[in-house]
């Protein structure tokens, strides 16, 4: 299991079974994990996501952005729900910065 810290200093579990999933929907993310916890350490900006998740966002190039999906349960707690490459942001509440 991996560990990241998100911008408000949570925790936030990267398991084996969710990067599994992960790979297994997002063939251009296999061999990417540090992208992915990367991601959710420096993220260019975070958003709301849906059902109470956030959304860790960062460029990669000029028309490609890695989003982490995360879900925090305390300030000890969190765990990523997926992640995916998205063309151009999605409209979203920004939280942070």
Known sequence: MEIAYSVNGVPIRLTPERWQHIVENRDELAGRMDDVLYTIEQPDWVSKGYAGCLAAWKG?????????????LSRNDAFVVTAFFASKPRKGQKIWP
């Open 60 to 72: 990669f190039g000029r028309t490609q952005y890695l989003v982490v999906l995360y879900r925090e």
